[in-house]
Structure formats: structure tokens, C-alpha cells
């Protein structure tokens, strides 16, 4: 079997690749590119519940011509007969789809069909592995504030341990020279993060000043047994309100993956912030999502 090329994480894709997914993604913005995926079968398998993603794959795949099938769980041979992964992988290509967009709740579910599949796999969110595309459009989002990202400082603050958006975030600054600072308290952030263009920081309020843009995550409660921080103490030492607005420089930019809920991780005062991109963010999800569709199915010239 031949393996087409995928989009599981960031790490799948170089510098010059991320570059110029972006710059597909403005020219597509820009203008409509047309049924760059005329005639093929694109089948999206969301196991976890989403509003931008699933909404986002949807538009993307409409607008650049493929035939779209949404296959609810519930509609899975593989969810209520006992077929395997393989054997549905196997199934949805000798039936002529080419694209599969999956969701899971399972870390390394997208790599397991990609392995099984004669076509291009998209990861949508696999557990608490990667994000890649919501990844995508965030940079997007700060490479369209500030140009090129080498030299600036992104800060990711919250729950980072379960948050696959921030794990495929953090590869693709690394990859395009940004500075990460990861900040939070060590139940949610624990040291070992820290590495190569990557520091810890427990202290939010001490680096604000030096922060170029501010990435909040929500705390993912359904991923803890017990909670380790009270509420409390969380929005004490963690949410960005309008008295630490206050301390952030006047070019600094805030955004968040979504959902993002409000007395937690902010307050209503960041909803009334210059510098709040929640909108761009999910406007610049169809267009990212169509860029990187054309790329696995039209790679361009080496």
C-alpha cells in the first residue's frame, strides 16, 4: 500500500512548508480558489463534540469542491459492529474517498489510520496529543499581527499538560523562531516542558510586560480524576483581567483556542480588549483548513 502524506502534528511539516501554507491561506482568503478538490471523497469522523473545527473542515471541503460525508460515530461499523480500524480505513478507500478528517478521543488514533489508509489523513485533535491545524490558524493569527514570528515572545497560560492545541502550538513557534513561555502552576505545567526556545514561567503577573502575545487555555476538567487548584486559587494567580490588562504592553495581542469561559480564565474585561483576536482566529480557520487540504492533495514543487 502506498502512504500518502498526512497532517498529524506540526513536526510533520518544515519551515518552507508551514510558510507556505500561509501563504496559500491569504491568497485563498484573498480570493475563492476554486474546486481545487473536484471530484474527491472527503470524509470527516468527529468522535468528540466541536463546533469551529467540525464547522471549519465543512465550509473548507465545501468551497474547494470535494464531496463532503460527515460520519457520525453512531453510524460506525467500527463503533457498533467490531470492525477494526484497519479494516474501516481499508473500507473507506476501496469506496474512493481520498481525505479523512478525524477527531478522537484517543491519543495516536489519526497516526493508526493514517498507517491503514491509501489516502491523506487530517488530525483534528487526537486526546491530548496535537491540534495541528487549530495550531495552524493561531499562527497564523500572530504572523498576520506582527509578521515574521522570529524574535517575538508568545506566552501560553493555563492548564498546558492537556492541552493538544498547545503541544502543536508549541512545535510550530519553535519551528518559525518565536520565543514560548509556558506559564502556570506546576499541577498544569509541569518543569520538564521547558527546553529548546521553551521556559517555564509560575509567575504571570512578573512576565506580562514582556509578553508579545498572550494564548489563555481552558482548564480541561474532564481530563482530571480530582481537581488539583481551586477555582480560587487559579483566578488569583492565572486569569487575565482587566487589572493585569493593565500591564501588558499596547501592541499585545490575546487569544484563545476556545471555548473559552468567562470569570475562569478571563474576565469580560479582555472580551473589550484592543488587542482581543478570538474572532480572527475562527474567521481564519476555513481559509487555513482549505490551505492545508490543497497542500496534502496538490503538494507544491519541490
Sequence with gaps: MRIRRSLIDLDDLTPRELRYIFERTEQFERTPPGPLLQGLGCVNMFFEESTRTFTSFNLAESRLGAAVINLAPKNLSLATKGETLEDTALTLGALGISIIVVRHHQPGFPQRIALAFDGHVV????????????????????????????????????????????????????????????????????????????????????????????????????????????????????????????????????????????????????????????????????GVRMAVLDFLVNPPAK
Design 123 to 286: 488530525n483534528a485533535g487526537d486526546g491530548v496529543h496535537a491540534h495541528p491545524t487549530q495550531a495552524l490558524l493561531d499562527i497564523y493569527t500572530l504572523r498576520e499581527e506582527f509578521g515574521p514570528l522570529k524574535g517575538r515572545t508568545v506566552g501560553i497560560v493555563g492548564d498546558v499538560l492537556h492541552s493538544r492545541v498547545a503541544h502543536s502550538t508549541m512545535r510550530g513557534l519553535q519551528r518559525l523562531g518565536a520565543a514560548v513561555v509556558l506559564i502556570g502552576p506546576e499541577c498544569f505545567l509541569p518543569h520538564d516542558y521547558a527546553g529548546a526556545g521553551i521556559s517555564v514561567e509560575r509567575d504571570f503577573d512578573a512576565i506580562l510586560p514582556r509578553l508579545d502575545a498572550i494564548v489563555l487555555l481552558r482548564i480541561q476538567r474532564e481530563r482530571f480524576v480530582e481537581m488539583p487548584i481551586s477555582d480560587e486559587e487559579y483566578i488569583a494567580g492565572y486569569r487575565l483581567d482587566e487589572r493585569r490588562l493593565a500591564r501588558v504592553r499596547n501592541e499585545t495581542i490575546v487569544m484563545h483556542p476556545g471555548p473559552y469561559n468567562r470569570g475562569m480564565e478571563l474576565d469580560d474585561s479582555v472580551l473589550k480588549f484592543a488587542g482581543w483576536r478570538y474572532a480572527r482566529q475562527v474567521h481564519h480557520g476555513v
